[in-house]
């Protein structure tokens, strides 16, 4: 099975995106990794090597190790990145990526802690989903029905499969599967009349700061793009592949992947600053450091010697202190 990665970033999420690669690495993955980005590019990437792929004129890929590529693509969209996802996906599939049976998305704050092969194996299930912190939602919770009178405005019927409430941070799918996309994409630019555009999403400036439209009552789609993934897993007819909430490490169990939620992502975290406000490292931490090493060094080995001894004497202390 040829496969290709590809993920969306800005900003200082450049941190994950070389975490992200090095961890696919680790694990089994060999190929190209597409990574999309608006505004600048980070020191690590050496931007001399400028070339023709598709539609990208100044696409710049690195190649850290035997094996493995990633391939930056500038952007040009007034798209939040974050609603930005299946468009992204399905432009590599018309294009660079043109050749891969199978495509996954993953964003940039995760690491991912399982064989390739799992990867692969669980696209030939059927669309390959996440179940999310915030799931389950029963068949009739507000959200849901919230979607399905909204959509039916569009023409677009939801049929309610399950419980699960997918995270929007993965989705892995094979060829035979780009319908899905397709979908995906249609349910977005209809919800986009409900939240403002699609410029707006529960991000403002890389942080959690929702600049989406509020309505009265139930808020259906205070994160965009989760939700219309959701909505369009109700609205697909094909087969859908769930892994639970330990898939991303939300819960005790064997993760596939871990999944650093929330605002403050491991590259930017003070542990001594956390610590003495009770908050001991957490697995998201350890991981994203354990990884941020090799092939790809995004930070100096001094900077993750320290974190990581930052890490081991907090988690020590945390044994005996608490706020």
């Given at each position: ?85 299946p468009d992204f996906m399905l432009e590599l599939w018309e294009g660079p990526a043109k050749d891969a ?223």
């Amino acid at each position: 099975m040829i496969s290709a990665v590809c993920t969306l970033f800005e900003g200082h999420y450049h941190y994950g995106v070389a975490t992200l690669s090095n961890s696919l690495y680790i694990k089994g993955f060999r190929g190209t990794v597409y990574v999309g980005y608006r505004g600048s590019l980070p020191d690590w990437v050496s931007k001399d090597k400028k070339e023709h792929i598709g539609k990208w004129k100044d696409a710049i890929t690195v190649s850290p190790v035997d094996g493995i590529q990633l391939v930056f693509l500038q952007l040009v969209t007034s798209y939040s990145l974050t609603n930005y996802k299946p468009d992204f996906m399905l432009e590599l599939w018309e294009g660079p990526a043109k050749d891969a049976d199978a495509l996954f998305y993953f964003d940039p704050d995760i690491v991912v802690v399982d064989s390739w092969t799992c990867f692969e194996q669980w696209v030939q299930c059927g669309v390959a989903v996440c179940e999310d912190i915030n799931s389950p939602l029963q068949e009739f919770h507000p959200r849901r029905q919230g979607w399905r009178d909204y959509f039916k405005n569009y023409n677009i019927d939801l049929q309610f499969k399950n419980q699960i409430y997918v995270n929007g941070g993965f989705v892995g799918l094979s060829k035979k599967n780009i319908s899905f996309l397709t979908l995906w994409i249609k349910l977005q630019e209809r919800m986009g009349d409900a939240i403002g555009g699609l410029d707006k999403s529960i991000f403002l400036n890389q942080v959690h700061n929702s600049t989406i439209l509020r309505r009265e009552g139930f808020q259906f789609f205070d994160k965009s793009d989760q939700d219309a993934l959701n909505a369009t897993i109700e609205a697909y007819h094909g087969k859908i592949s769930y892994i639970g909430k330990d898939g991303m490490g939300f819960i005790p169990g064997e993760a596939t992947m871990i999944h650093a939620l929330g605002s403050s992502k491991p590259w930017r975290i003070n542990h001594f600053a956390r610590f003495f406000k009770g908050r001991i490292p957490r697995k998201e931490d350890v991981v994203y450091w354990e990884y941020s090493k090799s092939p790809i060094l995004a930070h100096s080995r001094r900077e993750i010697r320290k974190k990581q001894i930052a890490i081991k004497i907090s988690k020590f202390l945390g044994r005996f202190y608490r706020v």
